[in-house]
Structure formats: C-alpha cells, structure tokens
C-alpha cells in the first residue's frame, strides 16, 4: 500500500483505496475495502447515511471498463458528481473534492476498484493516461501478494503452526519438545521447513510474518 500511496502523492492526489466492486446489494463501502488511505470517521459517517447506493459513479461502470473521473462543486453537487446535500458535505469536510477510479481485473476473475480522492484540480488526459498504466502494474503486484498470502495458511502443517506458536511465545527449541513430547532435533526440523515455506531467514523473521498473516496471534 505505501507503493500506492506514494504514486497518489506524485500526481497530487491526497488518498488511495482499494476496493472489491460493488454490486447493487451492497448497502456499505466498509466492507468492499481492502486497503484505504482515507480516515476511517470517513467511512463510517458514509456508511452511517448509505451514500453507496447515491453514488453516481458507479452506476456509470455497468456499461463501461474505462476510468470514471468527477470533481464537486464548490457551492454544492455538480454536473460530473450529482449527489445528496449531506454527502457533497461529508465529501467536502474530509476534503474529497476530486478523483478518479480505475476498474480492475484480477487473475482469479475478481472485479476490484482502484479509487483516488485528492484537492488538487481535476486530472488532464495525459495525466489520467500514466496514472492508468502506472496504476495498472502496481494492482497486478498488489493482487499477486495478495493471492499468495491467502494461501499462505494452507502451507504449513498443523504441527508446524503449534511450534510457531510456541516459539511466539518465547518457548526454546528445547522448552517447546518437552510441551510437545518431541525432541529438540524434531522441533528444529519444523522450523527450518516453516522459514522455507514462508521465506524467511530465521525465527525472529518468521513470527513477525505469520503475525503479520495471521497464522498467529
């Protein structure tokens, strides 16, 4: 996500998110979100009033892939985002005046957003262009990482995550083949496979990434 952030920050735009598609049952963009720059207050103050259904982009995907772009007025909605009273100024106050979304496809057929807000003025053809293509390849590395982190928990056997644990907590290769009834030489074992499996280089990094993948608490 910083990668992202800092494309936003080279062409003015002040937040990114990434999004799953809505489809018209949707009632909250809380859930669709899989990563966001913009204040969760936000979020939660759009999904409170249900401004997705009142969203006038979105509708405009259903009969294209190309990017949507829209601007507010400064004295309330405008032609390229007519929305209601109370979400033009939800979207002021957080200072969302402009952006644009890309619609992105990911190799497992899932459909996905890739949305800017920002202050700046509206973007020019030529800057739209580059932040497409740019935008482009760094979804294609987000959706990879993110397939392969999924998969993640299926990797590791059962007996491998309960020595992680263990080792999370502290434990000694020798502390945790007491708990466990093993040998030292056995829980080291399962180490080394859980570092290959999980491309580490020793322990401290292993926890820290299962911790991070939620393998472990």
């Not at 009834?181 to 990094?205: E, F, G, P, W």
């Amino acid at each position: 996500m910083s990668i992202m952030k800092r494309i936003a920050d080279e062409f003015g735009l002040d937040h990114v998110t990434i999004m799953a598609a809505p489809t018209p049952h949707d009632l909250a963009i809380a859930p669709l979100v899989l990563e966001s720059t913009l204040p969760q207050q936000f979020a939660r103050e759009f999904d409170k009033h249900q401004f997705l259904r009142h969203c006038p982009i979105l509708p405009k995907f259903a009969n294209t892939v190309l990017p949507q772009t829209w601007h507010l007025g400064e004295n309330g909605p405008s032609s390229s985002f007519f929305c209601p009273d109370k979400m033009h100024e939800l979207m002021t106050r957080f200072g969302l005046l402009m952006g644009t979304i890309f619609p992105m496809n990911s190799v497992d057929t899932g459909r996905y957003f890739l949305r800017y807000d920002g202050q700046r003025p509206p973007l020019h053809q030529v800057e739209l262009n580059e932040l497409g293509m740019i935008s482009l390849h760094a979804f294609d590395v987000y959706d990879r990482m993110r397939r392969a982190e999924t998969a993640v928990p299926n990797i590791l056997s059962a007996r491998e995550l309960e020595v992680l644990r263990w080792t999370a907590q502290g434990k000694t290769s020798i502390e945790i083949g007491q708990i466990l009834s093993l040998s030292d030489h056995t829980v080291n074992a399962y180490m080394t496979n859980a570092i290959k499996k999980l491309d580490c280089v020793n322990r401290t990094q292993l926890v820290a990434k299962a911790i991070r993948l939620k393998l472990i608490n």
